[in-house]
């Protein structure tokens, strides 16, 4: 398994509760049970329902400075332990490093360059690559002649895992991020190779494969 996709949000970053928070800003009259299912499909089409479902009533001044809030405030989350040694001893023992998440550009880039890991990432899949992480799971296998099964996919969310499921994209759900094991295990997925609780648990496995 040499070719590794890694989300962002909850695996590499902390950015869990900043992501809530927003969430919840954005759709004060939803639930806490629907902000928590945006996780468990694909996010920007749970975002869409959502925002069907609560209207945004603001003008559109508001929305900018909600969402320039946000960048400022994901700007300060760190890294998990341990993550930053673990991307760049995979680096250079010759795996190939990817990204595939729902974020966009200006809240993902930043934190790589500011954590001077970007250059490790032979493709960085954002929101402005392709909403759903089904196509970008495709274009990262074709531009790497790798299978599906011949990859690895790292997450922390029940939505992402189903999304690898739809061409059978091993994955690893690891608990430090959004969801729980029993949240990651819930959809009984054949995909689902593997869930750890701690980035040593996450070497370990891929050193192993």
């Known amino acids: 398994k040499k070719l590794l996709i890694f989300d962002f949000d909850g695996v590499i970053f902390d950015s869990t509760k900043v992501a809530t928070d927003y ?33 945004s009533q603001d003008t559109e001044e508001e929305k900018i400075l909600r969402r320039e809030r946000y960048a400022k405030n994901k700007l300060g989350v760190k890294t998990y332990a341990g993550m930053i040694n673990l991307l760049n001893d995979l680096h250079a023992a010759g795996y190939i490093l990817t990204l595939n998440t729902s974020s966009a550009n200006a809240n993902c880039i930043p934190l790589l360059d500011r954590e001077k890991i970007t250059h490790l990432f032979d493709f960085l899949g954002t929101k402005e690559i392709a909403k759903s992480k089904v ?30 499921a739809t061409d059978n994209t091993p994955t690893i759900g690891v608990t430090w991020g959004a969801h729980t094991r029993d949240i990651l295990t819930s959809g009984g997925h054949k995909n689902l190779v593997q869930v750890v609780d701690q980035v040593d648990e996450l070497r370990e496995y891929i050193l192993k494969l």
Request: aromatic share 10%; no cysteine; hydrophobic share 40%.
């Open 23 to 55: 969430l919840r800003t954005l759709f004060p009259l939803a639930t806490e049970e629907e902000i928590r299912t945006i996780l468990i499909g694909n996010f920007h089409e749970s975002m869409e329902r959502l925002t069907a479902l609560y209207p």
């Open 135 to 164: 196509e970008k799971f495709k274009l990262i296998q074709e531009a790497n002649y790798m299978r599906p099964e011949d990859t690895l996919f790292i997450t922390d969310t029940l939505g992402d895992l189903e999304e690898a």
